[in-house]
């Protein structure tokens, strides 16, 4: 028997990837409808190309980010898991700080972020589609890092958070009554 938490993240991903595969094949017809007259058709079979790459490799590349973060900041490697349709990153005996862990929850947001939204700028418009292409899949990965991250923040001054993978532990201090 599935766990309810991963059969619920099962759904997530597949509605993700159904919605990028099929945001990318209405994107590139209407795009193919609406083309300047002189552009080479040949581009459209590298933007299917790397459309159909960035759905397969990148919960790969997303994780193995979160993966880089933890250890620079923790100096210890987390355990990183695919499963059916799932791709996690981290390991019950790594304890956080609240700064820890946002810095390990935002970075491939951040990091991928920084590394191609140059490119979207400074390649020709013919072009910009391939580095567009893994910027958007980085902003979908990113919607359950904006989850954990808000959780992380409410976490209480002091407190610690355990990431498991799919969910993560808050232990705050004890307060004096």
């Known amino acids: 028997m599935l766990d309810p938490k991963l059969r619920i993240l099962n759904k997530l991903n597949t509605f993700a990837l159904i919605t990028i595969l099929s945001g990318s094949a209405v994107g590139l017809v209407l795009n193919y409808c609406f083309r300047m007259a002189g552009e080479p058709g040949g581009m459209y079979s590298i933007y299917i190309l790397c459309g159909v790459t960035c759905c397969l490799i990148y919960p790969y590349v997303h994780e193995f980010a979160h993966a880089l973060a933890i250890v620079l900041v923790k100096r210890h490697v987390p355990a990183v898991k695919f499963g059916k349709l799932a791709a996690w990153c981290g390991s019950p005996d790594i304890v956080f700080t609240k700064a820890q862990y ?76």
Request: some cysteine; glycine content about 8%; aromatic content about 18%.
């Open 102 to 177: 946002v810095f390990a929850a935002s970075f491939p947001f951040l990091f991928y972020s920084a590394l191609l939204i140059p490119f979207c700028v400074l390649l020709p418009p013919l072009y910009f589609p391939i580095p567009f292409m893994p910027l958007t899949y980085n902003l979908f990965g990113s919607v359950a890092d904006a989850f954990m991250l808000r959780k992380a923040l409410t976490a209480p001054r002091g407190g610690i958070i355990v990431d498991g993978g799919t969910e993560i532990v808050i232990y705050g201090p004890v307060q004096n009554m």
